[in-house]
């Protein structure tokens, strides 16, 4: 079953044409072959993505990024880290896959501080025990000055003039002096509490840190280590930066330090009419910058592959109500007029709303056979409040698809060690072969024994298929306990061996988030198998309900980016989801995207009454001005006709 070391056979540059694709457009072809740094700026669905699998494939195809050098992708998300990576592994061979490197930009932070600890200067450096925590944020500034006051005995008076965001956005968003002892005896209050807290995180009872502190910590260990930089430069002789334009000041900083200035080569792909992240940051205007500071090279790309002709004209009419000077997009089908719908429905209350879409997706998935997994609920925020209604009205639909939250789980199932377990799980509990599932274990085992002889990886793979076996028998008399099910966990992770997982897998280098995963898959694994009133006693069962395979996904848009379906259901255009539309660059900005994941059709619903309390459009009257200009206008729910069809 293993695979054979395979020798390649580098071609010519110029016969690589892509793979697994008809073409690209001009330009995009032209970006892929690109020997320069690059920002490629497109629209919603022009292949950004897809790009980037490509120009991978062909500069490890070509060898214009010769071995060992490999290719650093940074993204800002794990699923999109994740999906990057699958397309290039489904391209391209192990042999050559494996010198691509898909990481978001905090694991790549987290990777330079776990690796580099000791080079950190002595008074930054972090012990190796820290632990990542997530509530170390803004909204606890005043928290932070107080303690740092009390430890350096300040009066009120010294804390009272202090704003607290920007004095949190100064401590932890800007570059750290290479000598903290100096800040520490400096006149400026403000930056002795800076220290302080610095001090109190690194060397306190708890050493915690959030990923602003690791992201600074990681372009200080770079900046004050030239042989450690210049050994980052010439391991990565491509670096791709997807979703750039969503990246924050202190991720830009980061690549400032690591990449400027040297040889190797970056290319940036974004789209500023889907930037959502500027409440975490993201860096008014870094398309210019990057391309003034870096000397980029820009491409424009014009089609959308993604969406119907119709999607595609509503999708270039609000981006020229966003940006005025947008460039309309062009179908990449070269299809000129076609399928596509968008339909906003207005209903009387959200009990009528989700009888409706119940129906709706019902309809979908059953009568126009369309995959549970390639539709989407969008909401703005709240996703469980917000579907609450719908997973009742659809759980008393005569079907089994459901609608489920998935911000619970889509990190979860992003993580690599999930889907190796679920993989083996499923290997060892399915009737029928299961390919994919091989393959990617293989992948994993391929990854996790770099270092190993051939005998060595020989055994692993024997190891591996023994545990399997091993698996099949023991699953089927599994007690419904969470000790037991974790102890089914542990013989996979113990086929890779768990040290080699830990080292092959950033995020797992340090601390205890291996562990956490672990535990975190246990539960909810032992949930759905045993211990509730769901319980099934049937493994195949559980993978589907953990994986999600037959029930459509609902969450944020926020989560939503970079991905696509078929059918999109945004439910709740209303005030109230909606905060800041005096600035349409934020939600703006959220419902362009919201707009643009759909494949064929979108539906955004109103509900006059939404948890018993009256809705209002008024601040969204621009959202319904953009819509309207476009040719979409409001249908009433009660005019839905389900005794036809009602697409
Ligand atoms: N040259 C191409 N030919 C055919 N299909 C393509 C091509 N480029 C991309 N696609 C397909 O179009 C869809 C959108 O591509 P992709 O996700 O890469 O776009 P994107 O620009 O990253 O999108 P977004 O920014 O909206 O998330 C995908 O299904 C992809 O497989």
């Not at 996703?383 to 659809?394: D, F, N, T």
């Not at 990617?440 to 270092?451: A, F, H």
Request: proline share 4%; with cysteine; hydrophobic share 40%.
């Amino acid at each position: 079953m293993g695979r054979k070391a395979t020798q390649f056979h580098l071609i010519d540059p110029q016969t690589w044409c892509p793979v697994g694709i008809d073409g690209l457009e001009d330009s995009a072809d032209e970006a892929a072959r690109c020997e320069q740094n690059s920002i490629v700026v497109a629209g919603p669905g022009a292949g950004k993505t897809e790009l980037l699998a490509q120009r991978a494939d062909y500069l490890l195809r070509t060898g214009q990024c010769a071995t060992p050098q490999r290719i650093l992708a940074i993204s800002l998300k794990c699923d999109a880290a994740k999906n990057l990576r699958e397309r290039v592994c489904e391209r391209l061979p192990n042999g050559l896959a494996d010198r691509f490197d898909s990481m978001t930009c905090d694991a790549f932070s987290k990777q330079l501080v776990d690796r580099f600890r000791l080079a950190v200067p002595e008074f930054w450096r972090p012990e190796d025990d820290y632990r990542i925590e997530f509530n170390i944020n803004e909204s606890k500034a005043g928290n932070m000055i107080s303690n740092a006051a009390e430890i350096l005995g300040c009066s009120p008076a010294e804390q009272a003039g202090i704003s607290r965001i920007a004095w949190y956005r100064k401590v932890f968003c800007q570059r750290l002096p290479e000598d903290g002892t100096a800040v520490l005896d400096s006149d400026a209050v403000q930056q002795r509490m800076a220290a302080t807290q610095w001090q109190h995180y690194l060397r306190g009872k708890y050493r915690y840190l959030n990923f602003h502190m690791i992201a600074r910590l990681a372009e200080l260990v770079l900046r004050t280590n030239p042989r450690l930089l210049r050994a980052l430069q010439m391991t990565y002789s491509h670096v791709f930066l997807d979703e750039f334009q969503d990246m924050t000041n202190l991720h830009y900083d980061l690549l400032v330090t690591a990449f400027r200035d040297s040889d190797t080569v970056l290319t940036a792909v974004g789209d500023t009419k889907q930037c959502i992240m500027t409440w975490a940051g993201a860096l008014a205007g870094i398309t210019e910058r990057y391309a003034k500071e870096f000397g980029a090279r820009p491409f424009i790309l014009r089609a959308n592959y993604r969406s119907e002709p119709e999607l595609i004209r509503i999708i270039g009419s609000l981006a020229q109500q966003i940006e005025p000077d947008a460039i309309p997009p062009i179908p990449g089908n070269g299809k000129e007029v076609g399928e596509g719908q968008c339909r906003v429905i207005e209903f009387s209350d959200d009990v009528e709303e989700a009888a409706a879409l119940a129906k709706l997706l019902h309809h979908t998935v059953e009568e126009e056979e369309i995959d549970p997994r390639d539709i989407c609920v969008l909401c703005r925020k709240k996703v469980e409040a917000y579907s609450s209604a719908l997973v009742l009205a659809m759980r008393q639909q005569t079907t089994d698809i459901q609608v489920r939250d998935e911000t619970k789980l889509q990190d979860l199932l992003a993580e690599p060690i999930v889907q190796t377990i679920v993989d083996a799980l499923d290997l060892a509990t399915s009737g029928s072969p299961k390919p994919d599932a091989w393959e990617r274990l293989q992948n994993t085992l391929t990854q996790t024994s770099r270092s190993f002889s051939s005998r060595q990886r020989r055994l692993r793979n024997d190891l591996l298929s023994a545990t399997i076996d091993c698996l099949r028998s023991s699953l089927t008399r599994c007690d419904p306990s969470l000790e037991a099910i974790h102890t089914e966990i542990v013989r996979v992770l113990e086929a890779f061996g768990e040290n080699a997982l830990r080292n092959s897998f950033a995020q797992y280098r340090q601390g205890i988030f291996f562990d956490e995963t672990v535990t975190k898959l246990s539960k909810e694994l032992a949930k759905r198998y045993g211990t509730e009133e769901t319980q099934t006693l049937n493994w195949q069962e559980v993978i589907a309900d953990f994986t999600g395979v037959s029930s459509i996904p609902v969450m944020t848009i926020h989560k939503s980016k970079g991905l696509e379906y078929h059918t999109v259901v945004f439910m709740g255009l209303e005030d109230s989801a909606f905060n800041n539309l005096s600035d349409p660059s934020g939600d703006g900005n959220a419902f362009f995207v919201a707009m643009s994941r759909a494949k064929k059709r979108i539906i955004f619903t109103f509900a006059e009454s939404r948890f018993r309390r009256a809705q209002s459009k008024k601040k969204v009257s621009l959202l319904y001005g953009w819509l309207e200009e476009a040719g979409v206008h409001v249908e009433k729910g009660s005019d839905l006709n389900f005794d036809e069809s009602v697409w």
